[in-house]
């Protein structure tokens, strides 16, 4: 069973960048697919990007899209999401999960998560 622990939130000013990382343990990271959701006070956790097992595909939602850039490093057990041109509508706890060998956008198929980790765009 792979465990997750997100790090690397914090406050940030619009316009700037941030990168998170999704550090797993356990066995067989490089089997599973990861995903990267979010949570605003008040509203529904969204969808922000997943990618395969591999590497080998990517998917964003519309929001993030050419701001955000998913990648991973089986070597180091991390998946990382690099996040540019920030904006205050970013503002949420961003989450990490995990699911063995295909990918999903919905959060209802994945069973792994980390703890979450807050990030705030503010002038």
């Known amino acids: 069973q792979v465990q997750l622990v997100e790090s690397g939130g914090g406050l940030v000013h619009p316009g700037d960048s941030l990168r998170l990382s999704c550090a797993a343990s356990?066995?067989?990271?490089?089997?599973?697919?990861v995903a990267w959701f979010r949570q605003a006070p008040g509203k529904e956790r969204e969808f922000v990007g997943l990618i395969d097992w591999n590497g080998g595909k990517t998917q964003y939602a519309d929001s993030v899209k050419g701001r955000f850039a998913i990648s991973r490093d089986n070597f180091k057990n991390t998946a990382y999401l690099q996040m540019n041109s920030l904006r205050p509508e970013d503002t949420a706890v961003y989450f990490c999960?995990?699911?063995?060998?295909?990918?999903?956008?919905?959060?209802?198929?994945?069973?792994?998560w980390g703890q979450g980790t807050q990030v705030t765009v503010s002038s």
């Open positions: 999960a995990a699911r063995a060998f295909s990918s999903s956008v919905s959060s209802d198929d994945y069973r792994i």
């Open positions: 356990g066995r067989a990271f490089n089997s599973y697919a």
